[in-house]
């Protein structure tokens, strides 16, 4: 890759992060073994790092025994990687684990449109997760809440006595708050630990926390404590991502005008809400899961926040015209990461997504995760309001089809134009349209 000094950027962290750039041209028409010649290059790891990619030098057998129950293997996925992406002025490549066809392209796409104007700005807020202790059979419910409030700084401290460790860190208990949760069984008192998790997704360290506080909470309430268990409604850690996508780029004002539409029908309308939020976890899901983070956790967290204060299902995202006339696309919603601890740290492939990545803390990967929300969102939207999604989704399924009908990579364009242009995207036809240009070579 071309460096010079004058490229060399400060990073977030205070690290000074390698000249690079994440617009490599031609990528896509590279062999995997160039592909992550190119990756390597440009991330600035050891080559030999990337070997793990590999499926039989990636999770072995034995490692995933250790992992979770009853083992009998390991399942492979794809791990594309995604082009293009600026975020806060760093370039970077992104890791994305996904079997769905054309969504590492779309991001890619996405991210070149954005990089006109600089690409994403992102920002999050304290990584800050919240635990809740239930306590039933509470006679004065609002009484409890207020004697629970009042003994605020014992529970703190007994909470944060848990992890040393953390608080180390500059982490541990930051609050305790207290809601009455009227239900069809009953009025609960909920207490909620707010703690700052640093560099973990960090279910251990409050779950912990919420059983250490349980019994004292629950003698303080005068009532019996029962669930003690994180929120995935992580709205306390939020992760946000914006970029401006030029109008001239997208195919022109009219573009932008039918993209605020499509965007304003997930708005309004939940069954359109539903897929567009989709089209943003498309992204979300496969940086999260390619860095060896929960993607459940991730997925619950974002869906709870999608109900809008009026109660309805809502998008996820904003997309408006701004006074130039270019689209501007929004995103907010909690993003609960980590760099440290599960399979992270465990699977080799987390490991070397993460290295790819140069990622220096989790509200930086949650920032990145949420670009990708966001340029997938984009990616998906701008489709389905001009050409429809099928087009550019069959060229990039005919690839599978010819490759698996046996296509070499110099035949490859020829045949996936052909099973395109006849609107046969199969392997029986793949084959017979290899057979005929085989023929006529
Ligand atoms: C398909 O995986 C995702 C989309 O349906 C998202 C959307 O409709 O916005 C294309």
Do not use: C, W
């Not at 890619?108 to 807020?125: D, E, K, M, P, Y």
């Amino acid at each position: 890759m071309a460096s010079s000094a004058a490229t060399q950027q400060p990073h977030r962290s205070g690290r000074i992060s390698m000249p690079r750039t994440s617009r490599i041209s031609g990528f896509r028409d590279l062999s995997v073994e160039a592909r992550r010649a190119a990756v390597a290059e440009t991330a600035d790891i050891a080559p030999e790092s990337l070997a793990v990619l590999d499926p039989d030098q990636g999770l072995r057998v034995d490692l995933a025994d250790r992992l979770v129950e009853n083992v009998v293997g390991v399942m492979g996925l794809p791990v594309g990687i995604a082009t293009n992406f600026v975020v806060n002025g760093r370039e970077l490549l992104v890791p994305m684990a996904t079997e769905e066809a054309s969504v590492v392209a779309a991001a890619s796409n996405a991210a070149r449109i954005a990089r006109v104007h600089g690409g994403f700005f992102t920002s999050t807020t304290a990584p800050v997760m919240q635990a809740q202790v239930q306590i039933v059979d509470v006679t004065d419910p609002e009484a409890a809440r207020l004697r629970l409030l009042e003994h605020r700084d014992e529970l703190v401290a007994l909470a944060d006595s848990q992890d040393p460790l953390l608080r180390e860190l500059g982490g541990g208990v930051r609050d305790l708050t207290v809601r009455v949760v009227p239900s069809r069984a009953g009025t609960y008192v909920v207490a909620h630990l707010h703690v700052d998790v640093r560099d973990a997704m960090g279910a251990n360290a409050v779950n912990t926390m919420a059983e250490a506080v349980a019994d004292r909470a629950g003698e303080i309430a005068g009532g019996r404590t029962l669930l003690r268990i994180l929120t995935n409604k992580a709205d306390l850690r939020l992760a946000r991502a914006r970029a401006v996508f030029a109008a001239d780029a997208l195919g022109g004002a009219a573009v932008v005008d039918d993209i605020v539409h499509g965007a304003a029908l997930a708005e309004a309308d939940p069954y359109r809400a539903a897929t567009h939020n989709k089209g943003i976890m498309n992204g979300i899901s496969a940086v999260v899961l390619a860095t060896g983070n929960d993607t459940r956790a991730v997925e619950a967290g974002a869906h709870s926040h999608a109900i809008s204060p009026s109660g309805h299902y809502t998008s996820l995202s904003r997309f408006e015209k701004n006074a130039d006339g270019d689209l501007v696309g929004t995103l907010e919603l909690p993003m609960a990461v980590g760099l440290v601890g599960g399979a992270t740290k465990a699977h080799p492939v987390a490991k070397a997504a993460l290295s790819v990545l140069g990622v220096a803390s989790a509200a930086e990967l949650a920032e990145v995760v949420t670009a990708v929300g966001l340029a997938q969102n984009l990616a998906a939207v701008r489709a389905l309001a001009t050409e429809g999604i099928q087009r550019g989704h069959m060229s990039l399924h005919a690839r599978n089809v010819a490759t698996t009908a046996g296509a070499t990579p110099e035949e490859l364009p020829a045949v996936v134009a052909r099973l395109v242009a006849d609107k046969a995207v199969r392997v029986d036809h793949a084959e017979r349209v290899l057979s005929e240009l085989r023929a006529n070579a």
